[in-house]
């Protein structure tokens, strides 16, 4: 299966996005392109700090390390 079927089957699902820079973001996946991630309800994270990013948030592909589905608690 290649990528970008893999990220269609996963549009509207949360996720958290780290980029190879070490930011971190959280949101909701809407849509995606060769180039970009697109997020809505995203928020930056920082440990345990969670701020509301205003607004969509574009992400190029380029710079994001991994995506990672958000687990439950332990």
């Known amino acids: 299966m290649n990528r ?3 990220v ?3 549009l509207r699902e949360r996720f958290v996005a780290t980029l190879k ?13 060769e ?4 997020f809505v309800d ?3 994270v920082d ?3 969670r ?4 607004g ?9 390390a991994y995506l990672q589905k958000p687990g439950g608690s332990a």
Do not use: C, M
């Open 56 to 64: 969509e948030l574009f992400l190029p592909r380029a710079e994001v």
């Open 47 to 49: 440990g345990k700090n």
């Open 8 to 10: 269609r089957q996963a």
């Open 42 to 44: 995203a928020f930056a």
């Open 4 to 6: 970008d079927k893999l």
């Open 21 to 33: 820079g070490g930011e971190t973001f959280d949101g909701l996946l809407v849509a995606a392109d």
């Open 51 to 54: 701020v509301r990013v205003d």
């Open 35 to 38: 180039k970009t991630f697109r």
